[in-house]
C-alpha cells in the first residue's frame, strides 16, 4: 500500500538493523498481505495491523518454544488475544478447537495466529473478500486438514474499532459466503451461525461504548 506518514523514513532510518518491505498500490488489506507473504523469507510469519502490538518483549521467544515443544511442527498456531475497547476495557480471547468453532468463525484472533511459511505461500488470501480474508485462508486450510497447535496465552494486544467494525453488512456477507462456498455449510447451519455472529458482533460493540453504563444512569435518572 502506499504509505502516507512517517513509516517509510522510519524503515530507512538506523534504528531498523533489518527489513524487506514495499510501498506500492494495492486492491486491499489482502493484496497488501499476498505482497507481504511473497516478500518473506522466514519459517513462520504473522499479520499485525496498526495499533496492534505483542504483549511482551518475549512474545516470540514464547512462541518460538512452544514450536520446539510439540511433536509435529504446526503448520498454523492460533493463540489467545486481549482485546482492548475504546472505553479502556480489556477482555480475553482464547483460541477455539478449529474442529468445533470454524463453522461459526475464525478460531482465533488474526494477529495471534502464526503461519508456516511452506503452509500458506501457496494457499494465499482471496482479494475478493474485502474484511473476512482471514476467515477464507484458515477455511481453506482446515479443508487441507493442515496441523494446527494452539497456545493458551495472549500472543496480541488487539485494537477493536477496525474496518471489520465500520463495515458490518460485509461483514456478515463476506463470512456467510466463505461458509457456502469454501466450507459448503448446508443453508440451515448458515443462516444459525449468521445470526450467532450478529448477535455476538452487536453485543461486543455495546460493551465497547459504554452502552450498558448509559442505560444504567438512564433507569436511575427516571427513578429519581
Known amino acids: 500500500m502506499v504509505i502516507q506518514d512517517n513509516t517509510i523514513e522510519f524503515l530507512r532510518s538506523d534504528l531498523v538493523?533489518?527489513?524487506?518491505?514495499?510501498?506500492?498500490?494495492?486492491?486491499?488489506?489482502?493484496?497488501?498481505m499476498n505482497k507481504g507473504i511473497k516478500l518473506c523469507s522466514g519459517q513462520y510469519l504473522v499479520f499485525?495491523?496498526?495499533g496492534d502490538v505483542f504483549p511482551s518483549a518475549v512474545t516470540l521467544e514464547n512462541i518460538h518454544s512452544f514450536i520446539l515443544s510439540e511433536k509435529q511442527i504446526p503448520d498454523v498456531i492460533m493463540g489467545g488475544a486481549t482485546f482492548l475497547l475504546p472505553n479502556g476495557i480489556k477482555m480475553y480471547k482464547f483460541p477455539r478447537l478449529i474442529d468445533e468453532y470454524i463453522w461459526h468463525g475464525v478460531p482465533a484472533n488474526h494477529q495471534s495466529t502464526y503461519f508456516k511459511y511452506s503452509a500458506i505461500k501457496d494457499t494465499l488470501y482471496d482479494v475478493q473478500y474485502k474484511i473476512c480474508?482471514?476467515?477464507?485462508?484458515i477455511a481453506k486450510m482446515f479443508i487441507?486438514?493442515?496441523?494446527?497447535?494452539?497456545?493458551?496465552?495472549p500472543l496480541v494486544d488487539f485494537k477493536v474499532g477496525g474496518a471489520s467494525y465500520r463495515r458490518l453488512l460485509v461483514l456478515w456477507r463476506e463470512s456467510y459466503l466463505v461458509k457456502k462456498h469454501v466450507l459448503h455449510l448446508p443453508f440451515p447451519l448458515r443462516l444459525k451461525s449468521l445470526i450467532k455472529s450478529i448477535i455476538s458482533t452487536l453485543g461486543l460493540i455495546v460493551l465497547s461504548q459504554n452502552c450498558?453504563?448509559?442505560m444504567a444512569k438512564l433507569i436511575i435518572k427516571k427513578r429519581i
Open 17 to 32: 538493523i533489518k527489513s524487506n518491505w514495499i510501498s506500492e498500490k494495492d486492491s486491499g488489506i489482502y493484496d497488501a
Open 212 to 214: 450498558f453504563r448509559w
Open 48 to 50: 499485525l495491523n496498526a
Open 144 to 153: 487441507k486438514r493442515v496441523k494446527f497447535s494452539y497456545l493458551n496465552e
Open 133 to 137: 480474508g482471514d476467515y477464507y485462508i
